[in-house]
């Protein structure tokens, strides 16, 4: 038996746009990697936050604003989403 040490694991999710649509609608927080990039989507206490690990970020006051406005290398969610990998949903 193995005491003291942790081991992260990171459960990758087969997740539709429709599935985060309806994620987020709900409260859910993801984390994903888009060109090998990780990349989350959080609430705040300002709204819904779209950001890239260690880098830039975008805020919205709702989680449609975010769906409708939200976008990596000037694309929005919906063209990218099957491109991307869901490692977790909170």
């Known amino acids: 038996m193995n ?5 992260h694991e990171v459960m990758i999710v087969d997740d539709s746009y429709d599935d985060l649509r309806r994620d987020v609608q709900i409260g859910h927080e993801i984390e994903f990697v888009y060109k090998s990039r990780r990349f989350s989507i959080t609430q705040a206490q300002t709204g819904w936050v779209l950001s890239e690990f260690q880098g830039s970020f975008q805020t919205f006051t709702t989680y449609n604003e975010l769906l409708e406005h939200g976008r990596i290398d000037g694309h929005c969610l919906a063209d990218i989403w ?3 990998v869901v490692e977790t949903i909170f």
Do not use: E
């Not at 005491?3 to 081991?7: A, N, S």
């Open 3 to 7: 005491h003291g040490i942790f081991k």
């Open 82 to 84: 099957g491109s991307v």
